[in-house]
């Protein structure tokens, strides 16, 4: 069976300080994908990333970061300096026959 | 802006009617998918379309079914609703929606659906 699990509930920081969003996944399939998505207030789901499971190469964009560990089966999301903008629910997700989305970690970034 | 329009963005209507939901996907795009959002069951794939044909089910209720049409837009239709029906609506496209779900999905900005 596939799952994805995010732990974290919520998670408030202050302003310009460092966060990690944690996403453990299950899945028997050799290849698969993982993906976060951002949900603001407002909303709509928006793309983050996409890995699969041949690449566990780490990613930056800007102050976004992912590390990607098939030993411990996680897919983890670093904000540094974080932002008011920031403030969303975020997602992690697993592909297999149909995507499989994690409950999701509401991150409140307070200025 | 994902690029994947659906309308209406808001639906107010009462139990036991029916409701039609539309979705346009990205321009190239042949993969449709349906999802619904709730509080206390988060996001649920609903059923996925591709090029017209139906691709994968998940958790779709028997109320509810869905199409997707030669010019590639999609409907969900909501029967018989119930108050537990209420819930954000999402669409998203892929460009070909893989059975192994490889492709990234781009998704619409929902219709909030209430049931009354």
């Known amino acids: 069976a596939q799952k994805v699990t995010q732990a974290q509930t919520e998670i408030s920081v202050v302003e310009k300080e460092d966060v990690t969003l944690d996403c453990v996944y299950e899945t028997r399939d050799t290849t698969y994908y993982l993906f976060w998505y951002k949900q603001p207030p407002s909303g709509e789901l928006v793309f983050l990333i996409r890995r699969n499971s041949f690449d566990e190469q780490n990613e930056i964009s800007g102050r976004y970061s992912w590390n990607f560990q098939k030993s411990t089966s996680s897919f983890n999301f670093t904000i540094t300096a974080s932002q008011v903008v920031d403030s969303a629910v975020y997602f992690c997700?697993?592909?297999?026959?149909?995507?499989?989305f994690g409950t999701g970690t509401s991150l409140t970034v307070i200025p | 802006d994902s690029g994947v329009t659906q309308t209406p963005k808001h639906l107010i209507t009462a139990t036991g009617q029916r409701v039609t939901l539309r979705c346009s996907p990205r321009s190239g795009d042949l993969s449709v998918y349906w999802y619904q959002q709730s509080l206390d069951q988060g996001l649920q794939f609903l059923i996925q379309?591709?090029?017209?044909?139906?691709?994968a089910k998940g958790n779709i209720l028997e109320r509810f079914s869905a199409q997707q049409f030669p010019d590639l837009h999609s409907e969900l239709n909501l029967s018989s609703l119930e108050l537990g029906d209420s819930a954000l609506y999402f669409c998203?496209?892929?460009?070909?929606?893989?059975?192994?779900?490889?492709?990234?999905?781009?998704f619409g900005p929902g219709t909030r659906l209430t049931v009354l």
């Open positions: 379309y591709y090029n017209g044909e139906e691709r």
């Open positions: 997700a697993l592909t297999g026959n149909q995507f499989y």
């Open positions: 998203a496209s892929s460009v070909i929606g893989g059975a192994e779900g490889a492709d990234t999905q781009y």
